[in-house]
C-alpha cells in the first residue's frame, strides 16, 4: 500500500522538479536574452555615434569658419565696424589698411573654405553658414574689395563668393566682366574668369552651392590650376 502511494508521490515531486529545473532555465534565457538585447543597444548606439561623427565634425569646422576671427576682434574692437557697420576706411582711421586687409583675407579664406567643404559634403549646415558669409560681404568695404583684387586667390570659391557679394545675378555679371578686364595680361586667369561668366549666364536659378559644385568639377579644377 505504502510502495503504491509512493509511486504517484515520486512522479509528483519529478514533475515539479522538471518544471522548477525548466523555469530556472527559462529565467536564465530571459536574462541571456536580456544581456543580448543590451549588448545589441549598446552597439547600436556606437554605431549610430560613429555615423554622426563626420556631420559633427563638419558642423564644429561649421562653426570655426564663423567665429574664427573672433578673438582678434575681441583684442581690437576698432576693427568691427569695418567687418560689422560697412565703414569705409579714411586717413587718421586708428585701423591701419594692412590690419583690414589681414582681416579681410582670414575671413574670406574661412569663407572659402566653409563654400568648399558645402559642396563637397552634403551634411555641412551650408544655409547658416551662407547667411553669415551674405551678411559680412554687404557690410564690409575690406572684404569685397580683397575678394575682387585677390580674386584669382579663390579658384573655387570665387565665383560662389561673388553671387553672396551680390543681390542680383546682374551684379555678378558685371564683377565678372570688370574681373575679365582686369585680367587683360594673363590670358589663362582671363579664361579661367570668361568660362565663369559663361557658365553664370547660361544658369536660370543662381545658387551659391550649386555655383561651388560646378567649379569643384575635374573639368573646371583643371582650367583654375
Known sequence: MNF???????????????????????????RQLR?????????????????????ILLVQRAMEATSDHLP????????????????????????????LKAM????????ASAIIHSAAFPQYPVRSVEQTIRFHLHNSPPMRDFLIEGFERFQLAGLALLCLKNETK?????????????????PREKARRQSLLAHL???????????????LRPENVLVAT
Open 4 to 30: 503504491d502511494i509512493s509511486i504517484p508521490v515520486l512522479t509528483i515531486a519529478g514533475t515539479l522538479l522538471l518544471v522548477v529545473t525548466g523555469l530556472l532555465n527559462f529565467s536564465v534565457f530571459v
Open 35 to 55: 544581456a543580448s538585447r543590451e549588448q545589441l543597444e549598446t552597439a547600436r548606439r556606437q554605431l549610430e555615434s560613429a555615423r554622426q561623427q563626420p556631420e
Open 104 to 111: 579681410a583675407e582670414l575671413l574670406l579664406n574661412n569663407f
Open 170 to 186: 546682374e551684379e555678378t555679371e558685371r564683377d565678372l566682366e570688370r574681373l575679365i578686364a582686369a585680367a587683360a595680361n594673363d
Open 201 to 215: 549666364k547660361a544658369t536660370n536659378h543662381v545658387d551659391p552651392l550649386e555655383l561651388a559644385k560646378y567649379t
Open 72 to 99: 582678434i576682434l575681441m583684442q581690437k574692437p576698432y576693427l568691427r565696424p569695418y567687418f560689422y557697420d560697412n565703414k569705409e576706411w579714411s586717413p587718421g582711421d586708428i585701423a591701419s589698411p594692412d590690419e
